[in-house]
Antibody
Framework: EVQLVESGGGVVRPGGSLRLSCAAS????????MSWVRQAPGKGLEWVSG????????GYADSVKGRFTISRDNAKNSLYLQMNSLRAEDTALYHC???????????????WGQGTMVTVSS | EIVLTQSPGTLSLSPGERATLSCRAS???????LAWYQQKPGQAPRLLIY???SRATGIPDRFSGSGSGTDFTLTISRLEPEDFAVYYC?????????FGPGTKVDIK
């Protein structure tokens, strides 16, 4: 079964750090680009960051640029998001998502994890 | 960045009825790189449509997408009980990828 399982969320004070992980299974991980997409409580979806299949290319939303770092370890079938200088507005459910490899769907997300909750509060 | 607007915010319909959801972009979406997702409470989003009109794997044919440029539509021909959910559009033709605020389809 194709599956993405996130972990590492929790409660952190403003200015603090967290590292999220996403464990992939059921597919050849290094065939795919991956992304993090977040959803604030009761709100819509926001793309946060993406990485290509070998980690050689990354991208970030302006809202997190310079504070968050995406990475991957293909040997461990894992995706990561290092989050520093956290702010209250970073409070959200963070989903890891697989980038589609269908030519017309490159940039859409065809598999999603259930998410891990990050709460930034003093 | 491209801003997506979805309407209506909420659509109240009965099972068996037709649902028409709109997604409008602030500028033209490159190559019709527009996707639709369904999200139910407590669940992750599910990809329904990509390339504005192509159904993703396993998606029933009662779901269809259309449109180009700045105006896109998701149609559910006959609502099944499991279709009541929130639907998001996403453009992925320009960086950063952006999502619309969602349309909630609830039971009338």
């Amino acid at each position: 079964e194709v599956q993405l399982v996130e972990s590492g969320g929790g409660v952190v004070r403003p200015g603090g750090s967290l590292r999220l992980s996403c464990a992939a299974s059921g597919f050849t991980f290094d065939d795919y680009g991956m992304s993090w997409v977040r959803q604030a409580p009761g709100k819509g979806l926001e793309w946060v960051s993406g990485i290509n299949w070998n980690g050689g290319s990354t991208g970030y939303a302006d809202s997190v640029k310079g504070r968050f770092t995406i990475s991957r370890d293909n040997a461990k079938n894992s995706l990561y998001l290092q989050m520093n200088s956290l702010r209250a507005e970073d409070t959200a459910l963070y989903h890891c998502a697989r980038d589609s490899v269908v030519p017309a769907a490159r940039g859409a997300f065809d598999i999603w994890g259930q998410g891990t909750m990050v709460t930034v509060s003093s | 960045e491209i801003v997506l607007t979805q309407s209506p915010g909420t659509l109240s319909l009965s099972p068996g009825e037709r649902a028409t959801l709109s997604c409008r972009a602030s500028q033209s979406v490159s190559s019709s790189y527009l996707a639709w997702y369904q999200q139910k409470p407590g669940q992750a989003p599910r990809l329904l449509i990509y390339g504005a009109s192509s159904r993703a794997t396993g998606i029933p044919d009662r779901f269809s997408g259309s449109g180009s440029g700045t105006d896109f539509t998701l149609t559910i021909s006959r609502l099944e009980p499991e279709d009541f959910a929130v639907y998001y559009c996403q453009q992925y033709g320009s960086s950063p990828a952006t999502f619309g605020p969602g349309t909630k389809v609830d039971i009338k």
